[in-house]
Structures are given as C-alpha cells and as structure tokens.
C-alpha cells in the first residue's frame, strides 16, 4: 500500500481541489453501510454520493476495484451511491517521503483515476489519467454534472480479468495432472492434440488455463444476470459458503444450454479454504460492469482476455478480426446463408460472419430481432473444435454480440471434426475420449463402456444435439500442422476418412489440407469456401493435389496476401494467404483477382470498403491500400504447379517483368540439364565429428567448427585448433576440396578457395576427434566411416554448387553458386551433375545474376521465415540457360564474362544492390543482353536493383514481425 503520511497528504491536496470546483468533499468519514462501518478516503456528496478511495498503487488495480465494489457500490440503492472511484498512484510516490516532495509530486507525476458507476447507470467503466488537478477535473465533472455516457477501457478491463484469473490460479495450486484431465475431458487432448505425454503434463499451465475458464464462466454468466434477471439471478457474494456453490447458478443456465461453456467445473475442484479468493474475483468482475459494453467491444474482450503465451499451449490460435473481416464480407452474399467453421478456434470467423449477416438483413430493410440473433446462432451459424479451451471462448465470443438477446443455445461443437459428415449429428459437448476415433489409447479397448458414456454435463441430462448439414459458406482458418508432427496412426486415419479424395491426396500433406477436402465434403454447389492458409498451400509439391481439387471443382474469385505483417493469424513462422472460392464450373471467363494489401485495415469499417472495393474492380487496379492484379481463371486451371508466382512479389508489375524475361526460349528448367545431388553435414559427420578443415579461421561460425587452415607444408596440411596451441599435420592426398559453408564465400570460382574435407583415414585422425567425441565414440571411429564420406563425396561432386538454404538479407550471403575446376561438394548446396567445365561456368553466371535473385522470390522460396529453402521440386520450375541453345558467340561473350568476375570479392548481396557494384552490373548486362538482345543503362539497372532490394527487405521485415 501507499505510505499513510503520503495518502493523507495526496487526499488532503485533491480535497483542496475539489472544494475549488464546488464539490463537497469530506476527509476519511465514517460511513454506516449493510456491510458495516467504513471509512472511505473522500465522501462526495453533492447531486449524489460518491466515495473516492486514495490509497493504491498502479499494480493494485484489482483491489481498488473490489474494494470501490464490495464496500460502496454494492448498496448502491441504500445508500443513494452515484458512482465510485479509487485514485492509483505512481510507482514514485511508493516509498516514504517528505510531505513537501509529495506535494511538488502531485502535481507533476501522472495518476490514475478508476471510475466505476452502478449497474443502472449507463457510464461504463473506465480509466483516466492525469495529474492531481486533472484528476480533480474529472471528478468534479462527473459528480456536478454526469455524462450520459463514459466510453468503456477495454484494456484495463482485460488487464483487470488477467490478474483475477491469477487469483483462481493460486486456488487450483493443489491439484495434480489427473484432477486437469477431468476439467479437459480426458487424456487425449494432452497426448493426442498437445503431444504432452503421461509425465509432460503442463500443469502450470493447466492451472492458468482452468483458471480462464472459470473467469469465463463468472464473466459469461454475470451478463446473462444482468441482462435476464429475472431468469439468471445475480451471484450473491455473501452466500456463496464453498467455491461449488457456483455451479447452483451454472446449472441455471445448463438447464437451457450453453454446455460449451458451462460444462467444465472447474468450481468444484476449488478447495473450501480458497473462497475468499473467489468472492473476490466474483466481485471485481461486478465492478467492471461488462454488461454495459457494445456486443462488439464485448466479445473482443471474451477474445483476447487469455494471454496468447498460454493459449499456444494449448493450441488456441486466432485469426486476426480484420482478417476475418474481410474474409466474410468477400464471401457471404445473403443475410439467411449457413455458415460452418470446422476449426472455430476462438470463433473470431463466425462472429465476422454474424456481424456480415446482420449487414445484410438490416441492408435489405429488416429491423435486426431477439429472433434473428436466436436464428443466427442457434441455427445458421456452425463451430467446431476439438479443443475445449478454444471452444468455450468461441461460445462466449459468438452469444454476446447481441448480449441484450438471450438464445437457448450456440451452435458450437467440441469435436474431431475431420471424421464429421453430412447428415450426422453430434452432442454439443463429449468428452475427448469419444470424439478422437483413431486416436484412443488402449484404455479404449480395455473399458469400452467409458467409449459410450460420450457426454459430459453437470446436470446429467442429455445435451441436444447438432443435425449437421450441407453450407452455403465454409469459413476457416485450419491448423497448420506440418505432416511431420503427425502420428503415423493418426495420418491413417485421416486418409481413411478422406479415402473418397484419394486422387488429391499426398503423403505429405499438411494438416490443413484434409480441412479444405473436409470444407468441400460440406460446401454446397455454388457455395463458397473462405480461407486463412499458407502461402505454401500456393506451390509446394504435396499441396498440389488441393489445388487440382479447386481447380477441378472451383472458380478460385480472390487470393490475398499482405506485405504489411507476417500473417493473418497468430504464431505462425511463414506467410499466410486468404482464398475465397465458388464451388461451381467456372464460366469461359472466368477472373482471378491477386490483391496485396500494402497494409492491413486498421478497422472494420476500412476491411469492410476494401472488400467492396475488390468486389467492383475488373481490371489491373493499384491505390495507397491495395494492389490488384486480375488473370483469366483458366490460367490457374491449366497449371497447378505453382499459383504463388502470382504474388510472391509485393511489385506486381515486377511479376510481369520477370514472366517477359523468363519467356525466352534460350531457357529451360534446370532438372531438364543437370542431376541435383543434396549435400547435407550429416554425410560427413560422425557423432559431433566432422571432416571440415576451415580453410579461412574467419569462417568458424559453429561450435563444432573445430580445425582451420594454418599452413600447407609441402604435401602436408597443418590444422590448427580454434582455442588451443595445439597443430596437427594431415596428408594433402587423404584430403578434398569442399564447402564447410557457403557464408561469407565471396567469389565465385572456389577452386582455390574452397575448406577441405577428410576422405582417407590417415594416423593422427583420433588427434582431430577427440576434442567432439566421447571415448567410447573415439574408439568406435574407423576407416568404414572415412571410406562413407569418400563414396558419398564421389557420388554427389559436381563443377557447379547451388544454395540450397538461403538467407538474401544476411551479411553473409554473397553468392548463391560457386563453381571450382575439381568437382566438389558444399554442405546446404545442391551439387550439380552432368555439366561439362564450361557449361558450368555459364550456369554459374546466371545463378548469380539479379534476374535469378528475383527469379528465386518469384518461386517462393521465401514463405517459411527469413531462412528460404529451394526445394527439389523447384529445380524443375527453376529456368537456366540451355547450353545448346546459345550461339558459339554468345557462349565465348559469356565465358569471358565468368573470367572477368570469377576471382572478384563480392560484399553482401543487399550491398550490391544497395551500390550498384561493377561486377554486378558486368553480369547482369551480359544476361539482359543475351535474353533481351539489348543494351541496358546502370539508370536501367539501379532501378531494378532498388526494386530487387525492397523485396528483399520487405520479406527479411515481414519475417522478423512478431
């Protein structure tokens, strides 16, 4: 608390400035409330009574809201109370001091003012700041003369929830992984969803989520009271005797529905001795008057209370709500369409959806009802998730956007929703044992009674069921789990249920996939599908099957992306697109619309013009918001194998530039040419042993980067330690040249440049290892493992090396191919085979050009962060020169050029874009002169280098975006 002598300084000062504006103040009265005797800090009592308590500090927020409710605004009614308010004082003002300091203080450090009002009157809780005489300001206005309306301060409401939730989290500190699986519906959601197993089990954060759940109850249901008293009575504080006896007012509510929310009791599992803390919370969230605020506001509330450092862990991933936006508004055309999100998450799709609904109906003339919101969330608007945690905040986001109408239900589903069909229906509520077929443990088998019990209800009744049936709009943001993280079992599975897709299937197929098959099982024809996916969706090999499905089954009418952040949803690693398809044969003509949004829509008002205005674009489109870029359908239709090369530039007209370039019939892909051999360290390496001698100490970038070059002595190499004094001499011939790694390497012939790997056992061997290796593994070491490193290093060596794994933006990347005179290998390079000497030189010259730079952003290797990976299956959309199709003169011309450049040190890529280098622009001259049979200017060149660059360091800024 604050020191006394500064409370009664600081109180006696704002009495000071009370009485100035005519506010009659009194100092620490007592007060005779139902409650008993009190003594508020300020007693105002002019048109009305208001208490001011004066003794907090900033981070006490939760108990000056509690106090100011319990002991004041709690007898509103008896005791004529108007308002309340409780001053939260800076942190410099914490500690002791002298009263003149307190007094020059208070009028130059900013405090913080709470006002709360009672539930019938209309001002809203909220927060103000300023100093003492600003605060006086206000205080004045409000008990002279008070505002109709307050606008609410939904972050210290937020805030306010977080910290109320930590107190129910210290009430749950006594229960074990066990008690969690019951509040979660059984293990499966732990092992089979989470991948925590038996010993793994969160429990901290177990407790932190059960915690949110309950706060979303007590929150939930104190809205109901407020606006159905009559059916919902208010939770009465002072005869709540155990924290169970919640649940005599969550049976209420159960008893009509609701189960979504109300279904897991958390209440009982609270110790008696703990009630306090809970009455405490019961009457801080009394104090925030949540009930007041716009169904809008309200709902943004419900959906961003939980910190989303504890929702990841439990696989609750939001769409952004301007995202959403836009997605409905691009997708719904009828106020009556059925709209289903497999994948619900927080259900900030659906309430889009709602709010889009609602548009429409109100656009046609009708007066938006208690019976529409009813029809709306009852019966036309479907969720489902198979997380409980996701789920009940997708119930509460989705009912109160019209808190005033009371529903009997929301049509939100806890599921598996990959095994859903048509036709089915489903309780609204079963525990996870029961929804995850194909992913139940063995228990299953052992009990299969348990399998059957299904529901979970704290009434015992039966929970309604859901009819499933075919919608007009399919709106999701799937999970994004990559195959990898799948089980074998669960992948079975899921082929098997999709068994009727097999032509669209791939083996490794990210999860999201089977829910866009899922989103086709459901949508009906001329229906639409709205999606959140990644940008990888548009051209990775395993993804093509999805796109041969729309392409088959669907008019694709928008794909979005932004420059402008990362994603359209929460942690994600690599680029998001929204799609909006029509699930129909597409006409003749038939448009795709490729928009980049140079920004997101700060509003919903903005996301809402913007997708009106795509709507009504026809032709190449560009302003300050939006860039668009319109290609015929049958485009897309007649090649699947890569539709992000529509916009994997930000620059669409750059698109258009490169597609000119590439066009050439000088070109081909470079599969067609030359065999890509992958060479990874792990070919080379033993245990923490590999077989690099660093041919440059500078180039030491790892830890197990032991050994560099310190001399050649004759036909003997001498290898010295990174750290120690300490040499040791290895034989050139049990040595080849190869690439430790390709950063910082900064000519183009390696030849004499290149690092040297061991490929012959030779006596001092053990000397280099035994500074990575156990002894056991030093004793294992032997000549079978140097001779693998020798056959794998024959095998893949080419004249020609390709960066495998990239980052443009990094000081360290200089080139992106090496050539050498001797084949060799370089570890995250492609080596290239089947190129003569020349041949190699040339391709050497194109790989580094700046027309291949872009040519690399324009097949997307840049979609999974900073790091970008060119995969084997791009090498066959990757174009090269064809050897045999440039002239006897145009290869000499271009031979001479690789000797010009060949031994060059180049700086950074982004430097030589940024400065224009000669050696660049002596390469890309030759390339644009061959391919466009022109002369270019360094002007010509300066500006492609500066639209190549803000590519780049577009992409390196969205990668790095939190």
Not at 266 to 295: C, D, M, R
Not at 842 to 847: F, N, Q, T, V
Request: hydrophobic share 40%.
């Amino acid at each position: 608390m604050i020191p006394k002598p500064t409370e009664d300084t600081i109180t006696s000062l704002l009495v000071k400035e009370l009485e100035r504006r005519n506010v009659k103040s009194q100092m620490f009265p007592t007060i005779k409330t139902p409650g008993g005797l009190r003594k508020p800090d300020i007693w105002c009592c002019n048109a009305g009574v208001y208490p001011v308590e004066a003794k907090f500090r900033e981070a006490d927020l939760i108990n000056a809201i509690e106090k100011v409710q319990n002991e004041y605004l709690k007898w509103y009614d008896v005791l004529g109370i108007k308002g309340g308010f409780a001053i939260l004082y800076p942190k410099e003002l914490s500690t002791p001091l002298r009263p003149d300091v307190v007094s020059e203080l208070a009028y130059k450090l900013k405090f913080k003012l709470i006002a709360m009002f009672p539930p019938k009157d209309k001002r809203n809780f909220t927060v103000y700041e300023g100093t003492l005489p600003e605060i006086a300001d206000i205080l004045a206005e409000h008990i002279l003369t008070p505002p109709e309306y307050v606008e609410p301060s939904p972050e210290y409401i937020i805030e306010a929830l977080r910290k109320a939730a930590m107190y129910i989290t210290t009430t749950l500190k006594y229960l074990s992984g066990k008690d969690f699986e019951a509040i979660f519906h059984g293990k499966d959601v732990f092992e089979s969803i989470l991948q925590y197993g038996e010993r793994k089990r969160p429990v901290e954060a177990l407790r932190l989520a059960s915690a949110y759940l309950l706060i979303n109850q007590l929150l939930f249901y104190h809205v109901l009271s407020r606006h159905s008293p009559d059916r919902f009575p208010e939770i009465d504080t002072d005869k709540i005797k155990r924290p169970s006896d919640l649940n005599d007012y969550f049976k209420i509510v159960l008893g009509v529905n609701y189960r979504t929310i109300f279904s897991y009791d958390v209440a009982s599992l609270i110790p008696p001795g703990f009630t306090e803390q809970v009455k405490f919370v019961i009457n801080v969230i009394k104090g925030l008057a949540p009930e007041k605020i716009g169904g809008d506001l309200l709902g943004t509330i419900f959906h961003d209370l939980v910190p989303f450092d504890e929702r990841k862990k439990f696989a609750a991933f939001y769409t952004n709500v301007l995202a959403a936006e836009l997605l409905a508004w691009l997708s719904i055309e009828d106020a009556e369409a059925k709209v289903a999100d497999f994948a619900v998450g927080s259900g900030g799709l659906l309430v889009a959806a709602y709010r889009r609904k609602r548009h429409l109906l109100e656009q046609e003339g009708g007066t938006f009802t208690q019976k529409d919101h009813a029809r709306f969330v009852e019966e036309e608007l479907l969720g489902v998730d198979v997380m409980p945690f996701a789920a009940n905040v997708a119930a509460c986001h989705l009912a109160l956007q019209s808190p005033e109408y009371f529903t009997n239900k929301v049509n939100i589903a806890i599921w598996d929703s990959t095994e859903l069909q048509p036709g089915e229906a489903i309780p609204s509520i079963a525990a996870l044992r029961f929804v995850m077929k194909g992913q139940t443990g063995i228990e299953a088998f052992i009990k299969p009674e348990e399998k059957k019990k299904g529901v979970v209800s704290l009434t015992g009744a039966p929970p309604e069921e859901i009819k499933l049936d075919t919608y007009d709009v399919v709106i999701m943001n799937p999970p994004f789990t990559r195959q990898e993280r799948m089980s074998k079992d669960y992948k079975q599975v899921l082929n098997e249920r999709f068994k009727d897709y097999r032509g669209y299937l791939h083996g490794q197929m990210g999860y999201f996939g089977y829910f866009v098959l899922l989103a086709d099982k459901f949508l009906k024809d001329n229906g639409r599908v709205a999606l959140v996916l990644p940008a990888t969706a548009l051209h990775v090999r395993s993804s093509e099957g999805i796109r041969k499905l729309w392409a088959e089954k669907y008019h694709v009418e928008y794909i979005i992306t932004t420059w402008h952040r990362l994603a359209f949803s929460e942690s994600v690693a690599f680029r998001e697109i929204l799609l909006v398809a029509k699930k129909c044969k597409p006409p003749p003509d038939a448009k795709t619309k490729i928009c980049i949004l140079k920004k997101l829509p700060d509003t919903l008002k903005k996301a809402r013009q913007i997708a009106e205005k795509l709507k009504q674009i026809n032709q190449d489109y560009e302003d300050e918001e939006i860039s668009v870029k319109i290609y015929s359908y049958s485009r897309l239709m007649e090649d699947t194998t890569d539709w992000n090369k529509f916009l994997s530039l930000s620059d669409l007209k750059l698109i258009d530039f490169l597609e000119r370039i590439l066009s050439s019939d000088k070109l081909t892909p470079l599969s067609s040419i030359a065999e890509a051999q992958e060479c990874d360290l792990r070919h080379y390496k033993f245990k923490d042993f590999h077989g690099f001698i660093l041919s440059d100490a500078k180039r030491i970038q790892r830890k197990t980067d032991i050994w560099f070059l310190d001399r050649i002595k004759g036909d003997i190499l001498v290898a010295r330690h990174r750290k120690l004094i300490h040499s040791v001499e290895i034989p050139l011939q049990c040595l080849g040249r190869a690439l430790r790694r390709f950063s910082y390497v900064n000519t183009i012939d390696v030849t004499d440049s290149a690092d040297y790997l061991i490929l012959s056992w030779f006596e001092k061997i053990k000397e280099l290892a035994r500074y990575t290796l156990m002894t056991s593994d030093l004793n294992a070491l032997n000549k079978d493992t140097i001779n693998g490193w020798k056959e794998k290093f024959e095998r893949k060596k080419g004249h020609l090396l390709l960066a495998r794994r990239l980052y443009l933006s990094s000081p360290g990347t200089c080139l992106l191919a090496f050539y050498s005179e001797e084949p060799t290998i370089g570890i995250d390079l492609w080596s290239l085979h089947d190129l003569n000497p020349e041949d190699a030189k040339i391709l050497a010259l194109w790989l580094n050009s700046s027309i291949n730079i872009l040519q690399l952003l324009y097949l997307g290797v840049a979609c999974e962060g900073p790091w970008m990976k060119l995969h084997d299956y791009m090498l066959k959309r990757l174009l090269v020169p064809n050897p045999q199709q440039l002239t006897k003169e145009e290869r000499k011309y271009l031979l001479n050029t690789f000797e010009k450049v060949k031994k060059k040190p180049f700086p950074s890529i982004t430097t030589q874009l940024r400065e224009a280098i000669k050696t660049r622009k002596i390469i890309d001259k030759a390339w644009f002169k061959i391919l466009c049979q022109k002369e270019i200017t360094d002007d010509f060149l300066k500006e492609f280098y500066a639209s190549i660059l803000t590519e780049i360091e577009i992409i390196d800024k969205l990668m790095r975006t939190p």
